[in-house]
RNA sequence: GGGCCCGUAGCCUAGUCUGGACAAGGCGACAGCCUUCGGAGCUGUAGAUCGGGGGUUCAAAUCCCUCCGGGUCCGCCA
């Protein structure tokens, strides 16, 4: 509805340029708060042009404008000193009500982009227990994955699972030492039992950890089916923290599988005239980019980044491709990109994320310094508990535990997406765990009074009618914004950035508090008044309930 | 040292890509709001040299230059 009032808007004003027999790109349409719906700040940019005054040229534009003939916009007007501000057509907003009630899924989904994307996400080594600057990617991904659906792609998530390499030679070389209790959760368990083997190895076990290395390169069964036990059981952790926060990937595709299946040798055929040995190392080098990639260490084995190429080569034949990397990976991405050119493969779109840090510094798992992620979970599951036990004492435990858990959830992953990736992060246990500074609570809450009102309500039989008399102001803003949500989603999807939605989400149970304060709905003045507001509700329900999904948690009815 | 990122009220953050109308929220502080639908809520007040300086522009938190803080990368690690 609001994209149809913004194609309007541009139309018109690009009729307006037309006719001045002008040619501008930039038409300057931006969103003011609370001044109009659209404003377009065409007037100052083409003044110069014309040699005249912006109120001149301005008030020129919104003469010619016929309003008689737009279906979507109901006023055109100028402000000084030169802004051209258009204004929704009520009418149109309250007929929305219908559409969304009708098809909720055809008012939120946008068309079909016919266009595949491959999202890796999370990819953290089996090496120990996801802590939160994992988290971090993961929510971002995951989010990221939720809202492209909904804008029209198709999305296969993939969790890329390094199982090779030195840091999988030196834990088999601890479970080899230390042994497996296996009674805990793998991954907490290989945690503890990685940090104990980079306190315990030396130089004299450098050998036994080239060696394991070789075998893995050479695929002998034994080895391999000894590590792979180790890299499932850790990874059987990593995914049970994953779900308990819907976190879920469509494949998961394990380093291993590009050795066995020798995709490598195809990657260093294709990248032959740009390769140089360097000590018996293989390298790769960029004319635009002094930094060389290594590609094979000089006793032959592979590193990381040659088997990651094979990965994208054969990620690029299922789809478009998005990787989601931390910022320690800046200089490596660009690296990739360039080979892939090299290679004649498309580029793989890159997010960054900056760093999760505690107060007293960055995280490691070697060190074992870093705060879990289930720990997280566990604190603010608790907290969540605590918090519903005091609220609604009448409840049973399954039911507080049932709300505790998806409070906790909502929670955290709001509280990871809700700000831009690239900045970095602080993080303040005390905080995560407050509730009252989390917005998914505020958010779901709105949900649950909405839940309420039309529980405590019989909505009877629609007539379009009665939709007229949702005239008042808030009742407005709040359809306003709920028309907004298809533009906002297409935003986040188009600029990958799931916070700019997380943002929108949050101003929508505002505004929604605002009318729940302001406006009666089961004791308002007549009964048409009422079963308007009613059926504003309820769209309010159903559109939210899409947008808490989208943001990969739970609208609890009550809570 | 070089590259990249960040610096917005006491604290956390949005806005920076695409320059426009009073810099927007939350937490905390203070003052209010339950004879109406759930107070995990709402209203109001105080609080900002948008890190400093220069430049471009009719217009700069936003673009350019420079300096100062902080982070990060510059592995035959992943």
């Known amino acids: 509805m609001f994209l149809k009032f913004k194609k309007e808007v541009t139309e018109v004003l690009e009729d307006s340029l037309n006719e001045l027999d002008l040619d501008v790109d930039d038409l300057g349409i931006e969103e003011p708060r609370d001044i109009a719906d659209l404003a377009s700040t065409l007037p100052f940019s083409i003044s110069s042009i014309l040699g005249e005054d912006p109120s001149v040229v301005g008030e020129k534009i919104v003469a010619k404008i016929d309003l008689g003939e737009l279906k ?71 989010t990221l994955a939720r809202i492209l659906e909904r804008a029209g792609y198709s999305v296969e998530t993939q969790y890329y699972l390094n199982d090779l390499g030195r840091q999988m030679a030196l834990l088999l070389l601890g479970v080899r030492k230390f042994g497996l209790q296996k009674s805990g959760k793998g991954d907490h368990e290989i945690g503890e039992l990685y940090k104990r083997s980079n306190n315990f190895v030396d130089d004299s076990d450098e050998g036994d950890i080239e060696l394991i290395m070789q075998k893995f390169e050479q695929g ?57 040995e360097s000590d018996g190392s293989l390298q790769l080098n960029f004319q635009d980019m002094d930094k060389e990639l290594v590609l094979k260490r000089s006793d032959g084995t592979s590193v990381y980044a040659l088997r990651d190429l094979a990965y994208h080569k054969w990620k690029n034949k299922r789809g478009s491709m998005l990787d989601i990397l931390g910022a320690d990976h800046k200089l490596y991405s ?52 605590d918090e519903v036990s005091g ?34 992060i602080k993080f303040n246990i005390k905080k995560a765990v407050d509730l009252n500074e989390q917005g998914a609570p505020f958010i779901q809450y709105s ?3 909405a839940t309420s009102i039309l529980d405590n309500s019989d909505l009877g039989s629609i007539s379009t ?66 079963k308007a507001r009613l059926l504003l509700v309820r769209a309010f329900k159903l559109v939210m309930e899409e947008a808490i999904n989208i943001l990969g948690f739970e609208a609890p009815e009550e809570m």
């Open 447 to 449: 949900f649950a009074r």
């Open 72 to 142: 979507y916009i109901s006023d055109v007007k100028f402000k000084e000193p030169g802004y051209i501000n258009f204004y929704v057509d009520e009418g149109k907003l309250r007929q929305m009500i219908f559409d969304i009630l009708e098809e909720p899924k055809k008012f939120m989904e946008l068309e079909d982009k016919d266009e595949k994307i491959i999202l890796e996400h999370t990819s953290a080594n089996p090496t120990g227990p996801l802590h939160i600057g994992h988290l971090r990617n993961a929510l971002i991904g995951d």
């Open 465 to 530: 009618q009665e939709i007229d008399s949702l005239d008042n102001e808030r009742s407005k803003e709040l359809l306003k914004l709920i028309s907004k949500m298809p533009s906002e989603l297409k935003k986040a999807a188009e600029k990958k950035r799931p916070h700019y939605f997380a943002e929108y989400v949050f101003e929508l149970a505002s505004k929604f508090n605002e009318f729940y304060r302001d406006v009666p709905v089961l004791q308002a003045g007549n009964a048409n008044e009422k």
């Open 220 to 276: 002998d069964e034994d080895v391999l089916d000894e590590l792979d036990s180790i890299v499932n059981y850790c990874f059987e952790g990593i995914q049970k923290t994953l779900s308990r926060l819907n976190i879920k990937h469509d494949q998961v595709v394990k380093e291993s599988k590009f050795v066995e299946e020798n995709r490598l040798s195809e990657v260093i055929d294709s990248l032959e005239p740009n390769l140089e």
């Open 391 to 424: 609220k609604r004492q009448e409840k049973n435990q399954e039911w507080k535990e049932k709300i505790a858990d998806l409070v906790a959830r909502g929670a955290i992953r709001y509280d990871f997406i809700k700000v831009a990736p690239k900045k970095p």
């Open 334 to 385: 660009k690296q990739l990109v360039k080979a892939l050119e090299l290679m004649d493969i498309d580029s793989p779109e890159i997010i960054i994320f900056e760093f999760v840090s505690l107060p007293e510094g960055g995280m490691s798992k070697r060190k074992g310094q870093f705060i879990s992620a289930d720990e997280l979970i566990d604190k603010v599951q608790k907290a969540a508990f």
